[in-house]
Each structure stands twice: as C-alpha cells, then as structure tokens.
C-alpha cells in the first residue's frame, strides 16, 4: 500500500503561482511513477503532469506546458507541482497519483494509488 498526501492548495489570484507537494508513505515503489491529475466539478479527472523514478522522463497536460513544472525529491518521497501564471480555468481540485512504470502515462485508470486531493481556486 501507498499513502499520498497532498498539499499547498487554496485560493490565488489570476496571473499568480502556487507550488502542490505531495508526500508518498508506505510500501513506496522504487521505480513508480509520479502524478498529477485535476478535476473541475462536472468534469473527468485530466492528466496534468507526470515524472518518472529518474526524473528523464516528463510529461505535461497541453493546456499547462510551459506554465506548470513537475519535480520529486525521491530521498524525502515528495512530488511537487509549481503552477505558475495561473488562470481561472485552473481551478480544480488536484490529486497525486502513483503507478508502477519506466515512463509516464496518462491514462487515470493505470494509476493504482490515489491521494485525497487539493482544492485550487483561482479567482479572475
């Protein structure tokens, strides 16, 4: 079993940056990948971003490349998610998942282990 914890959401202005961080406890996988998934009320849980055990490969959502950066710190067991230029349509509550695997997906459903969430709102 694997614990994920997420932290860091809240309120932010349009324009602004926010960093997620999300701590993994329990049987931590040696070679898992790390994620990001949000979802808007009303809506399905979308891929954000992802990053492997080694950190050569990432992956990003379209609508967030170039503004949103994916970073894990595998001696503390911590992924992290800096949200820069942030914009209404952010605005979600964003989830770290964990799956076993060399190379980042997107697929929700190949994510075995799940956080409780983090609201963001991002207000115009």
């Known amino acids: 079993q694997v614990q994920l914890v997420e932290s860091g959401g809240g309120l932010v202005q349009a324009g602004g940056s926010l960093k997620l961080s999300c701590e993994a406890s329990g049987d931590t996988l040696s070679r898992d990948v790390l994620a990001w998934f949000r979802q808007a009320p009303g809506s399905e849980r979308l891929f954000v971003g992802g990053?492997?055990?080694?950190?050569?490969?990432?992956d990003y959502g379209d609508s967030v490349k170039g503004r949103f950066t994916v970073s894990r710190d595998n001696a503390k067991n911590n992924l992290y998610l800096q949200m820069n230029a942030l914009k209404p349509e952010d605005t979600a509550v964003y989830y770290c998942?964990?799956?076993?695997?060399?190379?980042?997906?997107?697929?929700?459903?190949?994510?075995?282990?799940w956080g409780q969430g983090t609201q963001v709102t991002v207000s115009s």
């Open positions: 998942a964990s799956m076993q695997g060399l190379v980042v997906l997107r697929t929700a459903a190949l994510y075995g282990f």
């Open positions: 990053i492997n055990w080694s950190g050569d490969d990432t």
